[in-house]
T-cell receptor
Framework: AQSVTQPDIHITVSEGASLELRCNYS??????LFWYVQSPGQGLQLLLK??????LVQGIKGFEAEFKRSQSSFNLRKPSVHWSDAAEYFC????????????????FGKGTHLIIQP | NAGVTQTPKFQVLKTGQSMTLQCAQD?????MYWYRQDPGMGLRLIYY???????DKGEVPNGYNVSRLNKREFSLRLESAAPSQTSVYFC????????????????FGDGTRLSIL
């Protein structure tokens, strides 16, 4: 079964500093990987996704992520954070839910809470 | 705004009561999902529906039932609510259809915050 680990429960970064959120996955085949952001009281919004091809993926809001197969990682980065980036971030891996090849569900990590210091 | 709409946004129940959480999407998506989100647990899949007329269990289906009423609507029912079902419930939809893998992303509603006393 697939799994996702986000090692950092909380991360505090100063506004304007760079950011890296870690994500490690376990999956037996080529993974489909995602990063979502959740603002307080809101649903999840997709930041970026990796299906295949270029291992450096660009997303919305200035985020990017790099897929490293050898490390089973898909870390999220941003060169300079803004106060509005404070939120909960979830990494997820997509997998076939059953052998019939039906709809893909997502397995989520437990999330990283990002705090931005002024 | 188009997307996934969940009702109600908040609900308080007593143990043993029943209720149905409603979800509708207007993106003509085939697949729909129900997740629950608990502190420190991330999101866990309760049930999903690959297409109209089909439903399947996810990771944590016990205590829940679902109905895919039509392509737009996917409801989640708690027949006899228990305090362990206190959670935030998210409905999601995606373009994925049977036989096609990886056609996420999934679009999420804003959630239903459910408290069971």
């Amino acid at each position: 079964a697939q799994s996702v680990t986000q090692p950092d429960i909380h991360i505090t970064v100063s506004e304007g500093a760079s950011l890296e959120l870690r994500c490690n996955y376990s999956y037996g085949a080529t993974p489909y990987l995602f990063w979502y952001v959740q603002s307080p009281g809101q649903g999840l919004q997709l930041l970026l996704k990796y299906f295949s091809g270029d291992t450096l993926v660009q997303g919305i809001k200035g985020f990017e992520a790099e897929f490293k197969r050898s490390q089973s990682s898909f870390n999220l980065r941003k060169p300079s954070v803004h106060w509005s980036d404070a939120a909960e971030y979830f990494c997820a891996v997509g997998a076939t839910m059953y052998s019939g090849g039906g709809a893909d569900g997502l397995t989520f990590g437990k999330g990283t809470h990002l705090i931005i210091q002024p | 705004n188009a997307g996934v709409t969940q009702t109600p946004k908040f609900q308080v129940l007593k143990t043993g009561q029943s209720m149905t959480l409603q979800c509708a999407q207007d993106m003509n998506h085939n697949s729909m999902y129900w997740y629950r989100q608990d502190p420190g647990m991330g999101l866990r899949l309760i049930y999903y529906s690959a297409s109209e007329g089909t439903t399947d269990k996810g990771e944590v289906p016990n205590g829940y039932n679902v109905s895919r009423l039509n392509k737009r609507e996917f409801s989640l029912r708690l027949e006899s609510a228990a305090p362990s079902q206190t959670s935030v419930y998210f409905c999601a939809s995606s373009e994925a259809i049977i036989g096609e893998r990886g056609r996420q992303p999934q679009h999420f509603g804003d959630g239903t915050r459910l408290s069971i006393l």
